[in-house]
């Protein structure tokens, strides 16, 4: 008997009668279209006309907002046709002007007016050297980068920056050891030199001399000297500008003949104060090593030699293939020499800001990598840049005034274990021994890892500072001055100790070397200029008048010391010192070293001699030490005094009196100036009271410093001046104390 259930089987029932009931009505939807499709999604033609509000603009790109795959481009009268539905977004592009979203709200035709984008017109300009330059109106030939692809490369060296990123600008990475250095031609090779090919670097204005500082026997784990231009950090500049032909030689002279580089560093920016920090860390390692043959195919390959040149017997030396070393052993040198990974870290921090009138930016930077090759080597370097802009209220005087300061210290090893990793033997004897020491395999073998204990270090500082003044003396007639002075001070020394050769050699202390470099360089310029621009209907004219004023010093001493007592690996306890000075203008000559050996005081040479007596010389041995090294002393003092390079640090009372008169009429006649150019209530007195005083106490401090040259006194006087103004400014804006 079968049960029928209401609630139970009755789902089947209530399915039927709801079918039924939509059959019934499905006539009626058929005949009437308009409730059977939603006229939101139905797709229909849009067009019109896309216009800049006077005429048409061909070429514009229409797209749907979200269905980028469906856009059109309107034709040579503005106008486009685009399918779309009621409820779509018209996205409409076009370059110069801004970007438009319209909605279409179910019309089929819509007229489009488009926007200027006065922020996408401005015309970069392009810095020329001593004036800068619309894009369009250039007539040389200028490569330029900026910031934007400066900051996104991990790199250390200002030319890393610009490698392959500028047309006719060879760039050449001439190692990958932390600190080494680039090649750079413009527009080919000029000389058979390659110190001969380096253009000429502008920083801010201020030449940078770019001459190797390195010496060769101090530099031997790269393949050039050491260059200046790791000092220059990338994360400062805001961008790089290089003059490749007649601009460069028409400009600089002769002194452009190899291409001219721009460099301008990055500037403070008004609005609220800023902080920036960032870190990153990083690895490296060498990418592709050379394919080597392994243990067998290496002794099948000696093994024909032999028979080729018709040897029977192998001789005693070649202890490879003679059964000294094991003939089963393999030693994969690249990865064992060369196949570390070199640690890189980068810290980066800066503050900024300012008002209308005064902005500042003061950054700083640190940068770290290891090596690739054995052993705790490691290259490391800090930086830091000040900058500061302040402009009157009425807009008529300025003042830039930026700073950078970079100090390196790089300790590397003194030979590069690169060749060495593709000529040894794969059977070669490992390196350590059992207990851990370096491994001689009884004298058959040089062990590489023993060139690692001769060291180079190297430490540079180098300061770049610069400040530009302006004043608008009346309508279009400026007067402007850029100041300029760098420093650089860089030691490098190379020890050779004898403990890197193989003890079977027999050799001692007495044939460990020393081999010193100083190199100091400064230079100052100052270019005054006057400048007058005036329009005449569409022309316009514009006149430079200027000079320029510049002085560089550089001195070089190269030093080498060999025989070292009792391992002691110090220039103090050498038995031969050979010294040469090298200036950039050479008048020493043997005469004066007669002289400075008979006026040598007998007191300093007895207690040098007894300095070196102590130190297990022989009397004799330390009086001929003493000697020398007073003689060297004498004579480079007698080559300054020459050259001019004033390094005394007595002080000069008459000198003293002279720079702080100076700087009491620099610091009374600066606010003078400004108050008769400008009006009274925007005269702040704190402020540019502070500079009379920072100038007196700069001024005579320069004194006492800057020997008896009276003009290197007053433009001494004048760098710290500057810095002294734009520090009183600095307090000034911090202290809310500013024009208005």
């Known amino acids: 008997m079968n049960y029928f259930s209401f609630y139970k089987d009755g789902k089947a029932l209530y399915c039927l009668f709801f079918t039924g009931f939509l059959l019934s009505f499905s006539s009626s939807i058929a005949g009437n279209t308009k409730r059977h499709f939603n006229p939101n999604f139905q797709q229909h033609q849009v067009q019109g006309i896309v216009s800049d509000g006077s005429s048409p603009l061909p070429g514009v790109t229409i797209s749907l907002k979200g269905r980028s795959k469906t856009a059109t481009i309107t034709d040579y009268n503005g106008q486009y046709i685009i399918d779309a539905s009621a409820r779509d977004t018209l996205v409409v592009s076009f370059i110069g002007f801004k970007s438009a979203i319209i909605p279409i709200a179910g019309r089929s035709k819509i007229k489009i007016t488009l926007q200027y984008d006065t922020t996408t017109l401005q015309e970069v300009r392009v810095n020329a050297g001593y004036y800068s330059v619309k894009e369009s109106e250039r007539t040389g030939s200028i490569a330029r980068i900026t910031s934007k692809d400066i900051d996104t490369q991990p790199v250390t060296n200002v030319l890393a920056t610009m490698q392959g990123r500028m047309a006719g600008v060879n760039v050449t990475q001439t190692t990958g050891t932390p600190g080494g250095g680039f090649e750079i031609q413009i527009r080919g090779r000029n000389s058979i030199r390659t110190d001969a090919n380096a253009p000429l670097y502008i920083i801010d204005g201020v030449p940078y001399a770019s001459e190797a500082i390195g010496y060769a026997q101090t530099s031997t784990v790269f393949p050039t000297v050491t260059s200046p231009l790791n000092s220059i950090d990338p994360n400062t500049i805001e961008s790089i500008e290089v003059l490749k032909d007649a601009d460069a030689t028409a400009i600089y002279g002769s002194r452009g003949a190899n291409g001219v580089v721009l460099i301008t560093t990055k500037k403070g920016k008004e609005g609220k104060t800023k902080f920036d920090f960032s870190a990153s860390t990083g690895a490296g390692s060498v990418t592709r090593f050379m394919k080597l043959m392994n243990t067998q195919q290496y002794l099948d390959m000696r093994r024909q030699a032999f028979r080729n040149d018709g040897i029977d017997s192998y001789p005693a030396a070649d202890y ?182 193989n003890p079977s050699f027999g050799i001692t202390s007495a044939n460990s070397t020393l081999y010193l470099n100083n190199s100091k360089r400064s230079s100052w310029i100052i270019e005054p200029q006057l400048n007058w621009k005036k329009e005449f209907g569409k022309g316009k004219l514009d006149i430079l008048l200027g000079g320029t004023f510049q002085q560089r010093n550089a001195s070089r001493l190269f030093q080498s010391g060999s025989g070292f007592a009792a391992g002691a690996l110090s220039m103090a306890a050498g038995e031969y010192v050979s010294v040469s000075s090298q200036a950039d203008i050479e008048q020493a000559d043997l005469k004066r070293e007669k002289t400075a050996l008979q006026t040598a005081p007998e007191e300093e040479l007895e207690e040098l001699a007894a300095i070196y007596t102590q130190r297990g010389l022989s009397e004799e041995l330390a009086r001929a030490v003493a000697v020398q090294l007073t003689a060297h002393n004498a004579l480079e003092a007698h080559a300054r005094d020459e050259l001019g390079i004033n390094e005394i640090t007595q002080a000069n009372p008459f000198m003293a009196a002279f720079a702080s008169a100076v700087s009491f009429t620099i610091g009374g006649l600066f606010p003078l100036l400004v108050a008769i150019f400008a009006p009274i209530n925007q005269m702040v007195f704190y402020q540019y009271g502070c500079s009379i005083l920072f100038l007196a106490f700069s001024g005579f401090l320069a004194a006492r410093a800057g020997g008896s040259k009276i003009f290197t006194a007053v433009l001494r006087i004048c760098i710290w001046g500057t810095f002294a103004m734009a520090a009183s400014a600095l307090v000034g804006y911090i202290f809310g104390v500013q024009t208005s």
Request: hydrophobic residues 30%.
């Open 320 to 501: 490879d293939i003679n059964g000294t070393w094991d003939q089963n052993r393999y030693t994969d040198w690249q990865k064992e020499l060369i196949g570390g990974t070199s640690v890189i870290t980068e810290l980066r921090g800066n503050v900024s800001g300012g008002s209308q009138y005064t902005q500042f930016l003061v950054s700083g930077s640190y940068y770290s990598q290891s090596t690739v090759f054995p052993g705790d080597f490691l290259y490391k370097k800090g930086n830091s840049h000040v900058n500061l802009n302040h402009q009157s209220a009425d807009d008529k005087f300025r003042l830039v005034f930026s700073a950078g300061y970079t100090v390196q210290n790089n300790n590397q090893p003194a030979f590069d274990l690169t060749a060495t990793s593709t000529t040894l033997a794969p059977n070669a004897p490992t390196l350590y021994d059992a207990s851990g020491n370096l491994n001689w395999e009884n004298g058959t073998w040089n062990n590489p890892l023993a060139n690692q204990q001769a060291e180079n270090k190297s430490t540079t500082k180098d300061l770049v500072a610069n400040t530009v003044l302006s004043y608008e003396i009346v309508s279009n007639l400026t007067l402007k001055s850029n100041f300029g002075y760098t420093d650089l001070q860089h030691v490098e020394s190379r020890t050779n100790p004898s403990t890197i050769y």
